[in-house]
């Protein structure tokens, strides 16, 4: 190869080299997933609403077909964010609309509701502290605070339900269970939190793509004094 081919396959490389360097550096620096505030609205002290939803296919978005978590904003409006501003030392009320069918888990540790006031979650309005997922209908996924040692079995919607939804942000008058749990958050800090069904189907173990991406599976409570 002539020397002017040598530097041209150089230079070539080069352009390769930092035009993916810049791609990182923006995809690192753009947010990934906003923060849906729920302090600001928030007279002090008072208990916090916060109304989530988990849908088995989100179906917009860079990955439509993925399993994800979206969160209703103070506006009342459904916002694909998994990182949520709350008060410290505050009580929330969460109720998690759960839209996705469900499966036994593989490890029934996680069919265990824990770290809630009274250790209890209502489904569809009826109490329970444990849910046996080799029956009826499975768990599709969990609300999993670790750090606060919270967790929430979702309990999935029948397989053959009748009016499942597949696209979010879904409305109620699709199939879904309703489960409820109140905490108390600690105090400032980012706690992180996650589903820990192995949900994401077509990825090694269930374990890629929606489950260890921001924005789908898992996220922070962002708690500020
Ligand atoms: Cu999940």
């Given at each position: 190869?002539?020397?002017?081919?040598?530097?041209?396959?150089?230079?070539?490389?080069?352009?390769?080299?930092?035009?993916?360097?810049?791609?990182?550096?923006?995809?690192?620096?753009?947010?990934?997933?906003?923060?849906?505030?729920?302090?600001?609205?928030?007279?002090?002290?008072?208990?916090?609403?916060?109304?989530?939803?988990t849908v088995g296919t989100i179906g917009f978005?860079?990955?439509?077909?993925?399993?994800?978590?979206?969160?209703?904003?103070?506006?009342?409006?459904?916002?694909?964010?998994?990182?949520?501003?709350?008060?410290?030392?505050?009580?929330?009320n969460l109720t998690i609309e759960q839209y996705?069918?469900?499966?036994?888990?593989?490890?029934?540790?996680?069919?265990?509701?824990?770290?809630?006031?009274?250790?209890?979650?209502?489904?569809?309005?009826?109490?329970?502290?444990?849910?046996?997922?080799?029956?009826?209908?499975?768990?599709?996924?969990?609300?999993?605070?670790?750090?606060?040692?919270?967790?929430?079995?979702?309990?999935?919607?029948?397989?053959?339900?009748?009016?499942?939804?597949?696209?979010?942000?879904?409305?109620?008058?699709?199939?879904?269970?309703?489960?409820?749990?109140?905490?108390?958050?600690?105090?400032?800090?980012?706690?992180?939190?996650?589903?820990?069904?192995?949900?994401?189907?077509?990825?090694?173990?269930?374990?890629?793509?929606?489950?260890?991406?921001?924005?789908?599976?898992?996220?922070?409570?962002?708690?500020?004094?």
């Open positions: 190869m002539s020397f002017g081919g040598r530097l041209s396959v150089v230079l070539g490389l080069f352009v390769v080299a930092a035009g993916l360097a810049v791609w990182a550096v923006v995809g690192f620096m753009l947010p990934t997933t906003p923060t849906v505030d729920f302090t600001a609205a928030q007279p002090s002290g008072a208990p916090v609403d916060l109304t989530v939803q978005g860079a990955h439509p077909t993925w399993v994800s978590y979206l969160v209703k904003n103070p506006s009342g409006q459904w916002v694909h964010s998994t990182v949520w501003k709350v008060p410290a030392h505050t009580r929330i996705d069918s469900g499966s036994p888990l593989r490890n029934q540790q996680w069919g265990l509701v824990a770290g809630t006031t009274g250790g209890v979650a209502t489904l569809n309005g009826k109490p329970i502290a444990l849910y046996d997922s080799n029956s009826g209908n499975g768990v599709g996924h969990t609300f999993s605070i670790p750090t606060l040692g919270i967790s929430v079995p979702l309990v999935g919607i029948a397989d053959d339900a009748k009016n499942p939804c597949s696209q979010a942000p879904c409305t109620t008058d699709f199939d879904h269970n309703v489960i409820k749990v109140s905490f108390v958050t600690p105090g400032p800090g980012e706690y992180p939190w996650q589903c820990y069904v192995p949900c994401g189907l077509g990825f090694l173990y269930g374990n890629g793509g929606p489950m260890s991406t921001l924005g789908y599976m898992g996220g922070f409570l962002d708690v500020t004094a």
